[in-house]
Structures are given as structure tokens and as C-alpha cells.
């Protein structure tokens, strides 16, 4: 007494996505009421059903069910032969279980999911673009890249230009799109082409067979072989991927404006207005040497008054040089006259002077220069010099007029200049008067026990006119 099973075809064939069924009778071949489980074991379960799960017969009787394969067109259903079993369960005497099998051949399909981004560029010479590519096939595949234009404008790279792809699995490539040429002046230039994404031609690319569970000798040598795609069916549509570069211009029109513009306001300058001033600048330069080469008219000569006619009571008006003193008579008055305390002309020589002052922190000390006896200093330069890096306050003086009061801490060099000399006359004297706050640090790094700061005077010095 047993139970038996048999499915009504030895092996079957079905596409992803589609629907194949089968037959499975069921006899019980006991003395008893038998109910029967069935339940599908092996790769293709998560696909498979039986109608009805469960059946109950008499002793001698059989029934017959529905087995249904329906596998999803997805990467997660490959393609090849996978063994298909039936466990048949009886509920009173399961040591009597059965499990009848046979072969499901999955035959492949192709499928890609490519984009190409960015879809536009804009660039000079040359962009790049990255094409995205997905294998929705249950089967490997080898995937080309073909980037072409209608015109012979662009250049194109692909990088790397062929790739194989397992079912499900993902991959990159990089475009890289150059222009022929230049554009240096106009519009900018609009070029599209396309990547055509797919198999290769005549390409035939068997599903991989991975069977789930061994499989009977007897079966084996009755199953057919798995379906292999023919050329049309390798070849597949090829994916058309639009893409745009567009070509920008080296100069822009708004540059091209501004160049115009320069350009015109440097020909009404060379026009225009450069000989005007070329012009007025010589008539200034002219009418300089022409003051400097002018020589002035001796004034009148005054002669002394004769012992006759200064003893006449109505005054020497008819006289000449009548009504105003005579030069004996002006150096005869005893006064410094109006040449007193100014420099004789073509006596002077250059001469410079350096006053060193060196003071305690908290203290204050005084350095001088006394302009000798019957000379006048014109200054025209000073420089002082706090190479330390002192604190405190300097004070520098012009006989008794104060040129400047400075903070030690703003400056380590100062100098000043004058156009018009700043004269000094005989006996006075530059003063440099420093209050030390606090001693620096000189570029040895080490600090200074004293204030030290130094100052030079130079300018012209020259004999003194009496």
C-alpha cells in the first residue's frame, strides 16, 4: 500500500513575467481515507502554487491539482534549468510522502536602464558627462556605448567604452565631449548628439544555468536544453541618450563693447587731449626757465649829497636820490639792515648733523646741535630713528620753534622733508628731547636697558649775511 504522484509534464519552459501550468495527480493507493498536503519545494517556490494546497481521497481513488508557475520579469529570477519538486504529505501515514519532480527551464530576457547626466554642458572647448547604466535583465550582459552627432562637429570618448553586467548590478562611464574648434567671437553655438546604450551586435549571451538541487539521472537525459536568444533577439534596442553642449565664445559680446570703448577713448586721447597738455605743459616748462634765466634791472644808483647841497634849507628834492637815504647812509644807522640774519648766496655746502640721545626708562633727556657762529643752517631733511622699539615721546625743536612731538611706539624709521629749507642762524640749536616710558627690544631679541634714539639733521649751511 502507498501513495504515488506524478506531474503531468517531464519538463517546462517559461518566460519571466509570463504564466506556464502543469498537472499533478495524486492516487491513494491505501486502505484508508488519506488527506494529502502539497507543497512545492526547490528554486522556483516563491513562484509556484498548487490548486488546491489540500485533497482527500478514498482507498483506490485519485485527484488531480493545478501547478501554476509564474515568475516576475526581475534581475532575481536568473535564467537556466532549476529542478521543481511537489511534497505530497499524507496526514495519517506521513512516513509515506512522496515528492515528485521535474525541470523548469527560466529562459533569459534583456533589459537596460541607462541616463545620461548632466543632459546639457556649457564650456569653451570641451564637457563631460556620466552615463548611468542598470542591468534589469536576469541575465549577464555586455553593454556598449556609441555617443554620435548628425554633423562632424564634436569629438567624443568613452571611458571604458564596454562593460558586462550581472543581473541587477549597476555601472558608470564617463563621456567626455570636445568641440573641433574655437569659437572666439558671436553667439554661442548649440551642438546635440545622442549615446546609443546597449548589446552589442550579433552579441548571444546564454542565460547561466544554476541549478537549485540535484537532479535524477533519467530526468536530466529527458530535459531540453535552455532557450538561447537568437541574433535579432541579442542585439535588442539599443537606448538613445539625448545629450546638448553648447559651445561658448572666448569673447563675449559685452567684452567686445568694453574693447571698442577703450579703444575709442584712447584715440581721442592720442586725438585730442594728449597734444593740449603736451602743449600746456611746454608753455609751463617755458614760462619756468624764463623766470629762472631772467636776470632783474640793478636798481638806481643813489649818490651821495655834495657838502654844498645838504646845507641848502628847501632839502634836496630837485637833487637825485633826494627824499630817501643814500646806501653810505644806510650802513651808517647801526642796525642788522635787511639782510640781517639770512644766508649770503653761493656760500652754502651741505652739511648734516646726528644728535644721539640715551635716557633711563621713566626719564627724560635732552640731545642738541648748535649751528656755529656766523653760519646759517637750512634744513631740508630729517630722520629719526628709534631702532629699538622704545616707548615714550620725542620732541624735536628749530631754535624755539617746535617741528614735531611723536610716540616713540608708532615708529622704529621716520623721516621728513621740505621743499622751502627751514633756516636755523647762529647760536641756536636743534634740540631732540626724548621722555623714555619703557625700553625695547632691539632686533637681537634681548631688551634694552635704556632708551636710544638717534637724529640726523642735513641741509645747507652757509655764511651768515650782515
Known sequence: MTTSAELGLPALTVSPGGVVTT?????????????????????????TTVEPARVSLYPGTSETVTVRLAPPRSPEVRAGDFPLGIRV????????????????????????????????????????????????????????????????????????????????????VRVRVRARRLIWFGKPASWPFEVAVGRPEGAEEPGAAQPGSPQ????????????????????????????????????????????????????AWFALVRPAVRSSAKQAAQQVVDQRTATPSPPPSVSPPTPG????????????????????QQGGSGGGGDGSGRAVP?????????????????????????????KVLGITD?????????????????????????????????????????????????TASVTCQEPGTPASGKQASQCHELLNVSGELSDLKH
Not at 647841497?309 to 653810505?328: C, L, N, V, W
Open 23 to 47: 498537472t499533478l495527480t495524486v492516487r491513494n493507493g491505501t486502505d484508508i481515507v488519506e488527506a494529502y498536503s502539497l507543497e512545492v519545494v526547490g528554486d522556483c517556490a516563491p513562484w
Open 89 to 172: 504529505l499524507p496526514a495519517e501515514r506521513p512516513e509515506l510522502v512522496t515528492v515528485p519532480e521535474t525541470t523548469v527551464t527560466v529562459t533569459p530576457f534583456h533589459e537596460l536602464q541607462a541616463e545620461l547626466t548632466p543632459r546639457r554642458r556649457r564650456g569653451w572647448l570641451r564637457a563631460r558627462y556620466r552615463a548611468a547604466v542598470r542591468n534589469l535583465g536576469n541575465a549577464p550582459s555586455a553593454v556598449t556605448f556609441s555617443p554620435a552627432q548628425a554633423g562632424e562637429d564634436l569629438r567624443f570618448g568613452v571611458t571604458p567604452d564596454r562593460l558586462r553586467l550581472q543581473p541587477g548590478e549597476s555601472a558608470e
Open 216 to 267: 535524477p539521472a533519467a530526468q536530466s537525459a529527458a530535459q531540453p536544453t535552455a532557450a538561447r536568444p537568437g541574433p535579432a533577439q541579442a542585439a535588442g534596442q539599443r537606448q538613445q541618450l539625448p545629450g546638448e553642449f553648447v559651445q561658448l565664445p572666448i569673447l563675449p559680446k559685452w567684452l567686445l563693447a568694453l574693447l571698442a570703448a577703450l579703444i575709442a577713448l584712447l584715440l
Open 309 to 328: 647841497q645838504s646845507g641848502g634849507a628847501s632839502g634836496g628834492q630837485g637833487q637825485p636820490g633826494g627824499g630817501r637815504p643814500s646806501t653810505a
Open 346 to 374: 653761493g656760500t652754502g655746502q651741505q652739511s648734516s648733523a646726528t644728535i644721539d640721545v640715551q635716557t633711563a626708562g621713566g626719564a627724560a633727556a635732552v640731545g642738541s646741535y648748535q649751528v656755529p657762529a656766523g
Open 382 to 430: 630729517i630722520v629719526v630713528a628709534n631702532f629699538q622699539g622704545d616707548q615714550g615721546l620725542l620732541t624735536i625743536k628749530f631754535g624755539d620753534q617746535t617741528i614735531t612731538t611723536i610716540a616713540l611706539e608708532t615708529f622704529r624709521n621716520q623721516d621728513y622733508h621740505w621743499v622751502t629749507p627751514i633756516e636755523v642762524t647762529e647760536n641756536q640749536t636743534v
